[in-house]
């Protein structure tokens, strides 16, 4: 067995270094404890929300069976298709004509019947959607009247 001599300065260093190390590891090892304590609440935390964002859902649909049906948006997806549809068939013709001019005149009268159709055959709108549909109007009476 062999031994080295350490100095009596190398001897306090090595101690203070060995004292410093084990301060290190032991704030490590506290702030590994409260990382474990921080995260154990924060699960707890996140487990309660979950819980509370459920019961608030489960509330939410209970509270949309209690409250009435409304059918309006309904009413204008139909609305809104009848209207796409109505303009689809308005253009079609118009594509027509200007490959064969000898269709004018069985156009406009198709526009006409499809212009008298667009009258309210429903309730009346909303007020929203009045100043739409009198532009759409005001825009097929122009293009009858560039066709005569």
């Known amino acids: 067995m062999e031994f080295v001599r350490l100095s009596h300065p190398e001897r ?9 190390s084990q301060i290190s590891l032991l704030t490590i090892s506290k702030i590994m404890k409260e990382f474990d304590a921080n995260r154990k609440e924060e699960i707890m935390l996140k487990i309660s929300l979950k819980k509370t964002l459920s019961e608030l859902k489960e509330a939410l649909t209970d509270l949309e069976h209690l409250l ?18 109505i303009i689809k068939l308005i253009i079609k013709p118009e594509e027509k004509q200007k490959s ?13 019947i499809k212009s008298e159709s667009e009258k309210p055959q429903h309730p009346v709108l909303p007020q929203q959607h009045k100043p739409s549909l009198e532009e759409e109007i005001e825009k097929i009476k122009k293009r009858i009247a560039s066709l005569r």
């Open 12 to 20: 306090i260093y090595g101690e203070k270094k060995l004292l410093e």
């Open 68 to 85: 009435p049906k409304s059918t309006f948006y309904e009413e204008k997806l139909k609305e809104e298709k009848a209207k796409h549809e």
């Open 100 to 112: 064969s001019p000898t269709t004018k005149s069985k156009s406009v009268q198709t526009e006409k």
